[in-house]
Structure formats: structure tokens, C-alpha cells
């Protein structure tokens, strides 16, 4: 009887090398394909330009985010001001919104931006005439 042989162990182990690859790489494809929309995130700039004037507020804002940031409120030294503003990703827009109290010259404010997502954002604003 003929002596059968199965293949050498170097073919097989390349093999299968070969296949775990294909596999893993599929796997990959996969992964990044389905979590591409976890990647976006939100993001605020309260820019310098950004002061109070005698009666309003006045916030320019930059989104640098790859996402929609939904503005919800405006918070000036604990004061709460309520907003609905959404700030498209690479776009710049003003908030004017009027003050519950009247601003002192040359006192510095601080000023909170709360996002629908749950981020604060904050920073000094000095009161312009």
C-alpha cells in the first residue's frame, strides 16, 4: 500500500498565518467602518471678540468640532440665560442675548456656555460701553 503524506508543516503554518490576516483585516474593515460616526465630536471657542455691552450679552463663538454643538444656555457670574443656537462644524456665529442685570465697567464676568451634549464652556468677558 502506497504511503499517503499530508502537506509539510512550514505550507501549513503559512497558511493559516495568511488566513488569521485576511480575518483580522476583515475584522478591521468592519470595526472602522461601523464606529466611522463615533469619531465626531463637539467643540467650542468662545473667541476674544466677546463682551458685555450695558444691556446684552455678546458671544462670538467657533465650533471647530466635526459635529453640531446645540448651544443651551448662557451662564454670566451665575445668572442663567436661556438659549437655542446651533453651531454648524467650521462656523463662527454671534449670540446676543440680554442681560437679568445691569453690567459695572471694567469688571471682568465670567461667561459659561452650556452645550446640549452636556460640555460647559468658559471664559472672562470685561463689560464695553
Not at 24 to 37: E, K, Y
Not at 68 to 75: D, H, L, N, Q, S
Request: overall charge positive; charged content about 15%; glycine content about 8%.
Amino acid at each position: 500500500m502506497r504511503e499517503r503524506r499530508g502537506i509539510s508543516p512550514v505550507i501549513a503554518t503559512v497558511i493559516i498565518v495568511a488566513v488569521a490576516i485576511a480575518i483580522s483585516i476583515a475584522v478591521a474593515s468592519w470595526l472602522l467602518g461601523l464606529w466611522s460616526g463615533f469619531g465626531s465630536y463637539e467643540s467650542l471657542k468662545i473667541l476674544p471678540t466677546s463682551h458685555l455691552n450695558e444691556t446684552h450679552v455678546i458671544l462670538d463663538v467657533y465650533n471647530p468640532g466635526s459635529k453640531v454643538a446645540r448651544v443651551t444656555m448662557i451662564e454670566v457670574n451665575g445668572s442663567r440665560i436661556p438659549v437655542s443656537q446651533a453651531i454648524q462644524p467650521g462656523e463662527t456665529k454671534t449670540i446676543i442675548k440680554p442681560l437679568p442685570f445691569t453690567p459695572k465697567p471694567g469688571i471682568a464676568y465670567t461667561i459659561k456656555l452650556h452645550i446640549a451634549e452636556g460640555g460647559v464652556y468658559q471664559t472672562i468677558v470685561y463689560t464695553r460701553g
